[in-house]
């Protein structure tokens, strides 16, 4: 497949490619809208270093618990369990993610219209945003599969048509992240490069890419390389905790092999500036739950119960 002309990270090669410094901003907002934000000098400081930030307690333990109670009614849900957004462990019946939540749910559509939430969003993007996907996942105690190395953007840049490192993932933690029960982990400053993966991609890869990933995942090479100079971090925090990690952050988490189960609400914002285009890999969109080109005005903030500010 040839690159287009407009693909500024060419990756999902025939074969090998040097990784290459990453051609975006990492902190888009200047000038007053980059100090009026929430987030401190000093936190996006650390965000544009390491590629995410952590904020212990940001969801009060009673919106935790509602969250919580949701999250068991869909494990009940033969609707949601047949959904095609939903997606089970490989080989088993039990759930691992729900695609689309916001869609679904009215509280969690909500959240992800908290007004300070959406000021973090427009001081780290420089300008609105709109949902790209959402989605709650599960990791069950003592078989919860992992999930493998990756930077999201390569996915959704190949996949789903994101042309630029404009977007940011928020993971509220619904358990306590513990470091037994397969917390995410991420390699600081990672999000400064791209890694470029090899192999075409086939038709309807995400059928399988949902439950293992074997495709867009960089090679050992360069994983060790950046781990090696960077090291690896898996922060840890009561239910309710915020991570919020950039586009290009490399990320996986481990199995869980603790008997305590970890599930995080996921969400991704991208700028209204940076709409989807055709996938770079030459295929046809994936489904509107995994990259969504439905609904792509700017979501407006709506008052929601108080939470603890982060900090």
């Known amino acids: 497949m040839e690159t287009r002309a ?45 590629g995410f930030l952590v904020f212990n307690n940001f969801l009060d333990p009673a919106t935790v618990r509602q969250f919580r109670e949701d999250l068991r009614a869909y494990e009940d849900d033969d609707r949601i369990l047949r959904s095609e957004g939903t997606i089970t462990e490989p080989g088993k019946q039990e759930i691992r993610s729900i695609f689309g939540i916001h869609e679904l749910s009215d509280r969690f559509d909500r959240l992800t219209r908290d007004p300070r939430i959406l000021a973090m969003v427009r001081q780290l993007l420089g300008s609105k945003a709109h949902i790209h996907q959402s989605r709650i996942n599960f990791k069950p105690g003592f078989h919860g599969k992992g999930f493998d190395w990756h930077s999201d953007f390569e996915t959704w840049h190949a996949e789903d048509g994101m042309p630029r490192m404009r977007a940011v993932s928020f993971s509220i933690a619904l358990t306590d992240n513990t470091p037994f029960n397969g917390p995410l982990m991420l390699i600081p400053g990672s999000h400064k490069t791209f890694v470029p993966c090899v192999g075409r991609t086939p038709e309807d890869n995400y059928q399988s890419s949902l439950k293992k990933q074997d495709l867009g995942v960089p090679n050992n090479r360069d994983l060790a390389a950046m781990a090696d100079e960077h090291g690896i971090k898996a922060p840890t925090g009561p239910a309710g905790s915020l991570i919020i990690f950039e586009c290009n952050t490399l990320h996986a988490s481990n199995a869980n092999m603790s008997p305590w189960p970890r599930s995080n609400l996921f969400f991704v914002y991208n700028s209204v500036e940076n709409q989807l285009q055709a996938p770079y890999c030459g295929n046809k969109p994936r489904p509107n739950f995994l990259g969504n080109r439905a609904s792509t005005n700017a979501l407006q903030a709506i008052n929601t119960r108080r939470r603890k500010q982060a900090g």
């Not at 025939?14 to 051609?23: A, D, G």
Request: no cysteine; hydrophobic share 20%; proline share 9%.
């Open 6 to 50: 407009d693909d500024f990270y060419p990756t999902r090669l025939e074969r090998p490619t040097k990784s290459f410094e990453r051609q975006d901003p990492v902190v888009h907002s200047k000038g007053r809208d980059r100090a009026d934000g929430p987030l401190s000098d000093t936190e996006l400081a650390q965000y544009e270093d390491d």
